[in-house]
């Protein structure tokens, strides 16, 4: 492929997920997206095949964006506190990339309301391991006869609150100020969300200080 064929194809899958985040893939027309993208119509199908195929490609470039970490390679003697603490950053640090084109996440938040067919294969495998990985940590952290579907609330609960800073962002600005809402940054969310939801299981006492909860659980485990 040629490298205006490659800008051309890029220009359609940014206009694509500017125009599916903002209307929705029924409401989108391939019109809107090729006049955004200063592309023919015929382009679509030469690059993607046809509309659907077009979206579950703008949807994939939304969800691999960003700066993703390796998997967690924890030691054995890692406490399981310390290891949400790095889940919940591991979170906040891919939703409030302030490199990510505001699409991104606008798309992946109406595929996390309304998942479409076409793209649970894209999401379904993502979505299912960070699930794993957490559902693990609450076994560690929790009794041993902790119902799944307890666990499983809980760790909805923790989740929430991780995407609440992200897609109630702009209301939160108008509550509390622009100045105060840059204050919550990754380090004070993660530190903020993982102490509020260890507190909530009974497993730390609340502490309003602004405290630094990697550098305080890593106290926890040896070198």
């Known amino acids: 492929m040629t490298q205006a064929a490659d ?44 509309k659907e195929r077009l979206y579950v490609e703008a949807v994939r470039q939304a969800h691999s964006s960003g700066h993703d970490e390796p998997s967690p390679n924890w030691k054995s003697q ?4 310390a290891k949400l603490g790095d889940f919940v950053r591991r979170l906040l640090t891919r939703l409030l990339d302030p490199l ?6 606008k798309l992946m938040a109406r595929e996390m ?5 076409a793209c649970i294969d894209v999401l379904e495998p993502y979505i299912r391991a960070n699930h794993q ?12 006869d902790t119902p799944a579907a ?3 609330l809980i760790g909805f609960s923790i989740v929430g609150q991780c995407l609440h800073f992200k897609i109630h962002r702009p209301v939160a600005a108008i509550l509390v100020g622009d100045e105060e809402l ?3 940054d990754v380090a004070r969310l993660t ?20 405290h630094d909860v990697e550098s305080r659980l890593s106290k926890v485990v040896e070198p």
């Open 182 to 184: 840059k204050t919550y």
């Open 113 to 117: 309301i309304e998942p479409s067919a």
């Open 78 to 81: 890692t406490p399981p506190q």
């Open 133 to 144: 990985m957490l559902e693990q940590i609450l076994k560690e952290l929790l009794p041993s």
């Open 100 to 105: 990510r084109p505001a699409w991104h996440a």
């Open 7 to 50: 800008d051309t194809r890029q220009r359609l899958l940014e206009a694509a997920g500017e125009v599916f985040a903002a209307k929705g893939y029924q409401a989108a027309t391939v019109r809107d997206i090729c006049g955004r993208a200063d592309a023919n119509l015929a382009a679509v199908n030469y690059h993607f095949g046809d």
């Open 150 to 152: 307890e666990r499983h």
């Open 191 to 210: 530190d903020h969300i993982t102490r509020f939801s260890l507190a909530a299981v009974g497993l730390e006492e609340p502490n309003h200080g602004n």
